[in-house]
């Protein structure tokens, strides 16, 4: 009898402390892969991950001596009610598109280019090479230098291309180290041969009129029409065309895709020679459109920006485009904000790292997702 009262007394004090332990139960996180995800959702993950290097970025301006106001009104007010500002930006765009698509597209197949701004310096060279030998009679020496400078970036990125599908190299390193190489070629003419008879500058002579591309109205560059046309081309080639078909497979499981007859290598030089000429026409429309002439420090900024309009658009060729023109936003504001008020470009840079940051990280929300188990 005593047994059997002790063997009760302990199972009733078991069960208390199992009562009292799950009392005490707060759960768990799980992490888990997402299966599938709605468009909705992505877009919201993404906005919000913008929304906050957007933050973060204005906390480190307000921090560095710009108040609140000022920024709203340089971001906000200035961009949609100041039409010099908006001509402003829809002129600093088309570059923009040109390097946010060409991006785009080459990163649709995972090929890393990160020799944007090589390539918008060999188109720049090539555009400046029909003017210096006066290649062609003036009626078509515009759509020659056009021709040259595309055909320059596409050799320039071929390189890298080749090395890759053939050896195995990383582009990443290639792509990158190749920049190096054709800035120092690019200072090499602008400081020899191709150095400014009439002021002994590191530029190279002006442009006749004749080899500008011409306004359309409204203070507007017909640099804006062309890279809305190759916006338009490059979309259809990637989203709507059998090829575009190929380079989701190749994205997805190149292995696979090979398995079932996909022209990988083909599919990749493709997108990297178009990748190549698109940035090449960024250095184009500036030589002809902004500078006027070969200048030693055209391309700068556009690479990153090019990376980050990407990231930004997802590889959508049509996204990067409407992308591209707020990136132009932050362009212009911010060559504001170094004139009134002092602030470094490299601020505006550290704007554009900590908004591919916020971006790039939302890609683990959009893949995973947090479970609350009990």
Not at 37 to 58: M, R
Not at 164 to 188: Q, S, W
Not at 311 to 334: D, E, H, Q, T
Request: net charge positive; with cysteine; hydrophobic share 55%.
């Amino acid at each position: 009898m005593l047994d059997q009262a002790a063997s009760r007394r302990l199972l009733t004090t078991d069960a208390a402390s199992q009562r009292s332990a799950g009392s005490l139960r707060v759960g768990r996180i799980n992490l888990e892969v997402r299966q599938s995800i709605p468009l909705w959702l992505q877009a919201l993950i993404l906005g919000g991950a913008a929304l906050l290097g957007i933050a973060v970025s204005a906390a480190l301006l307000v921090a560095a001596g710009v108040s609140p106001k000022d920024l709203f009104d340089e971001f906000v007010v200035e961009t949609f009610t100041d039409s010099g500002n908006f001509h402003s930006i829809l002129f600093q765009a088309a570059p923009l598109i040109f390097v946010g698509v060409g991006a785009a597209v080459v990163f649709r197949i995972r090929f890393w280019n990160l020799g944007i701004e090589g390539q918008m310096i060999w188109g720049g060279i090539g555009a400046t090479f029909v003017v210096l030998h006066t290649i062609g009679p003036p009626a078509l020496r515009l759509p020659l230098m056009m021709l040259f400078a595309v055909l320059a970036g596409m050799a320039w990125v071929a390189l890298p291309a080749w090395l890759r599908m053939r050896l195995g190299v990383n582009e990443i390193i290639t792509t990158l180290l190749l920049n190096y190489v054709a800035l120092n070629f690019l200072l090499h003419l602008l400081y020899g041969p191709w150095i400014d008879p009439k002021d002994a500058f590191p530029h190279s002579q002006q442009f006749h009129s004749f080899e500008r591309l011409p306004e359309i109205g409204w203070g507007l560059s017909s640099a804006l029409p062309i890279a809305l046309l190759c916006t338009a081309l490059a979309a259809w080639l990637v989203l709507f065309s059998r090829f575009g078909f190929y380079t989701k497979f190749v994205q997805d499981n190149d292995r696979m895709a090979l398995a079932v007859g996909v022209p990988i290598k083909a599919v990749t030089f493709v997108c990297v020679l178009l990748s190549g000429a698109l940035s090449a026409l960024a250095g184009f429309v500036i030589a002809t459109a902004q500078e006027g002439r070969l200048t030693q420090s055209f391309f700068e900024g556009y690479g990153f920006s090019g990376i980050l309009i990407a990231f930004l658009a997802r590889n959508n060729p049509i996204a990067a485009m409407i992308v591209a023109v707020l990136v132009a936003v932050l362009f212009v504001s911010g060559r504001s904000l170094q004139v009134f008020y002092q602030i470094p470009f490299a601020m505006v840079q550290l704007i554009q790292a900590i908004i591919v940051i916020s971006v790039a990280a939302s890609e683990f929300l959009i893949r995973h997702r947090l479970h609350w188990v009990h």
